[in-house]
């Protein structure tokens, strides 16, 4: 097995590469500069837990010639607001930014995303770097170009698409991850192999252990088998119109609504509620008759092997009522046209788009 990878994202309009491994940040240190050769000033955006774990790691790869500032924010889902654009795009022209210059992502997804945001509307694009620190915005939010904010309407409904000109998944970052957010990360993992590729599924399976204690290789070959999925989709679909990109939401149906319900609190993770959705979208495919009854039980079962929650038992404490689930789909940003699309599973490795599911079949695949 290889310690590092790079994945090359060849849109034709913004191509870029992910780098993925141990240390990345140091050993390609020359690559990651000469992707904004005529940058004078770097913003590192990042929040306040990062910044005393990790931001010495970035800085101290910075070469001398840099006018660096950094700018911290509170960690959060509350920060991802469009108050939050408005300040720190003032501090970013107040320093005078040019369309050279580059911001520096340093965080999760709220951080990626903000990040990304910020770097498309300031001055109409500026060069972005994703240092993605946490395994979920590794293997899905820091590449793929949505970027984005709350409103008071729903999640990610202000936003745009803008792709970064590298992603650099540092495993290092990792180390100081909380076991839970971990955890979380591999729903999206195991997602991947669900909806594109069985023999992953398998790996996965094989390995769960190894990659539960942090085993580094194995860490590394699951982030980037991810990435050169996660790729696939993004170069068929970029700006997610020919439901394609669609797929990559398996699961995501009923996990917005069961974010929803959990008011996007700490109580339920988005990997957590990936992980219930992925449950109640095999079971809905099951009990429509596309997937057989082993397979739904070995998506299950492989989920939990993980540790991940497969039923809403684990939302006891919140009090979810199934019709409060069932109520929120409608209002899902991708179902504009009334119609729920659901994304079903016909084997592992194979999904497809489907919006014919009626409320009560709904209903019986929440359990
Ligand atoms: P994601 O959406 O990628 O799961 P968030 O941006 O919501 O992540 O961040 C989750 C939390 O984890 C935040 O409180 C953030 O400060 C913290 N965090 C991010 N990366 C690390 C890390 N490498 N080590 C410890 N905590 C981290
Ligand atoms: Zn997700």
């Known amino acids: ?133 946490t395994l979920l915005a590794q293997v899905d939010s820091s590449i793929g170009g949505k970027t984005g904010v709350n409103s008071s309407y729903g999640k990610n409904l202000i936003g745009s698409f803008y792709q970064p000109k590298l992603v650099v998944c540092d495993t290092i970052f990792l180390t100081t991850l909380p076991r839970r957010e971990l955890i979380a990360g591999y729903a999206e993992i195991i997602k991947y192999g669900i909806i594109y590729d069985k023999n992953f599924f398998i790996w996965l399976n094989k390995n769960t252990k190894k990659l539960l204690n942090n085993s580094a290789l194995e860490t590394i070959k699951a982030i980037k088998r991810s990435v050169e999925i996660k790729k696939e989709f993004i170069l068929k679909d970029e700006k997610d119109v020919k439901n394609f990109r669609a797929l990559l939401n398996f699961g995501h149906t009923f996990a917005h609504s069961l974010e929803n319900c959990a008011k996007y609190s700490k109580n339920l993770l988005h990997g957590e509620a990936v992980s219930i959705g992925m449950c109640m979208a095999s079971k809905l495919s099951n009990n429509l008759g596309f997937l057989s009854l082993n397979n739904y039980l070995k998506i299950k079962n492989t989920l939990s092997d993980f540790s991940l929650p497969i039923n809403i038992e684990f939302l006891k404490k919140i009090r979810i009522q199934k019709k409060q689930i069932v109520k929120n789909m409608v209002y899902d940003k991708k179902n504009l046209s009334g119609k729920i699309n659901f994304v079903l599973c016909k084997d592992i490795g194979k999904v497809f788009v489907y919006n014919k599911v009626k409320k009560d079949s709904i209903r019986k695949s929440i359990s």
């Open 1 to 133: 097995m290889k310690k590092n990878y790079s994945i090359k994202v060849s849109l034709k309009n913004n191509p870029y590469e992910v780098l993925v491994g141990k240390n990345v940040l140091r050993k390609y240190k020359n690559k990651i500069f000469s992707t904004i050769k005529d940058a004078k000033k770097i913003f590192i955006i990042t929040d306040t837990t990062i910044k005393k774990l990790h931001l010495k790691k970035i800085q101290q790869i910075i070469p001398k010639k840099f006018f660096i500032k950094t700018l911290t924010i509170s960690p959060g889902e509350k920060m991802k607001d469009i108050k939050t654009i408005n300040k720190i795009s003032d501090f970013l022209l107040k320093n005078k930014i040019s369309r050279n210059d580059a911001i520096f992502a340093l965080g999760g997804g709220v951080i990626g995303d903000i990040s990304g945001f910020l770097a498309s509307i300031t001055l109409r694009g500026i060069n972005l770097i994703q240092f993605p620190t």
